[in-house]
């Protein structure tokens, strides 16, 4: 899996090489929306990278301020190790991480729910939509 930084008032996808030294592999940039059309993704909804956003690839996708997830939001309010999407099946369920402030799914908070196409996802101030790519 790809990983790449959301920072908390813009996406910052400009701001990636001056972040790169302090991760300790390439942060590439969201992909844009022609490359996400028919695979499962996390579509970007807010902020300056609206449209693009991240393939759903192999069983699980990080989420968290860690540097080691898969997705890292660069903000104080989401949790190391936040929430991870899994693959189960054919379906993907979104899990929260035992994270303090939660995690919600269409404004509301869950621990674990199966994701269908257009939920919206909220971890801490980084929003995304749910598509299955069908």
Do not use: C
Not at 12 to 37: F, T
Not at 110 to 124: F, K, P, Q, R, S
């Amino acid at each position: 899996m790809e990983q790449t930084r959301i920072g908390t008032s813009a996406w910052n996808a400009g701001d990636q090489h001056a972040r790169r030294a302090s991760v300790p592999h390439e942060v590439p940039a969201p992909r844009a929306a022609d490359e996400l059309s028919g695979k499962p993704r996390l579509v970007i909804n807010r902020g300056n990278a609206v449209g693009s956003g991240f393939v759903l690839q192999g069983e699980r996708t990080t989420i968290g301020r860690d540097s080691s997830s898969d997705i890292v939001i660069d903000d104080f309010t989401v949790s190391k190790h936040h929430a991870e999407v899994r693959r189960r099946g054919d379906d993907h369920v979104l899990v929260d991480g035992g994270s303090l402030n939660g995690t919600y799914l269409n404004r509301l908070p869950v621990d674990t729910a199966v994701l269908h196409d257009g939920d919206e996802i909220w971890v801490g101030k980084a929003r995304f939509t749910y598509r299955t790519g069908l």
